[in-house]
């Protein structure tokens, strides 16, 4: 069983930039899609990125696309973390962001986070004007 920890976010003016990490323990991310998903109060859970953990395609929700970038840390033989690094932010991208995992991939379904199994505890990033 993998547990997810993610790490990086905060407070940055609109225009800023941040790094989101989505750390696994318990096990490594292996032949999975690791997800970011961002909410807030009240909305619908949001897919906004996704990478299938060994392979280079990507996924983006529509409103990040251009701006927020995900990646895997290929240092070692085996990944254990996942990046999301956002550019451009604005008061829009304020939100709880979590990551998850899905097996057995991403593919067109990738938004849907009734897919996701694992999750973490989310991560707070609040944009301001």
């Known amino acids: 069983q993998v547990q997810l920890e993610e790490s990086g976010g905060g407070s940055v003016q609109a225009g800023g930039s941040l790094r989101l990490s989505c750390a696994a323990s318990?096990?490594?991310?292996?032949?999975?899609?690791v997800a970011w998903f961002r909410q807030v109060p009240g909305k619908e859970r949001e897919g906004v990125a996704a990478v299938r953990i060994g392979e280079p395609r990507t996924w983006y929700g529509d409103s990040v696309k251009g701006r927020f970038t995900i990646s895997q840390d290929t240092a070692a033989n085996t990944v254990n973390t996942v990046y999301l690094q956002m550019n451009s932010l604005n008061p829009a991208d304020t939100a709880r962001y979590y990551c998850?995992?899905?097996?057995?991939?991403?593919?067109?379904?990738?938004?849907?986070?009734?897919?996701?199994?694992?999750w973490g505890q989310g991560t707070q990033v609040t944009v301001s004007s």
């Open positions: 998850a995992t899905a097996v057995p991939g991403c593919g067109p379904s990738w938004s849907n986070h009734w897919r996701y199994n694992y």
């Open positions: 318990g096990d490594t991310f292996s032949a999975v899609c």
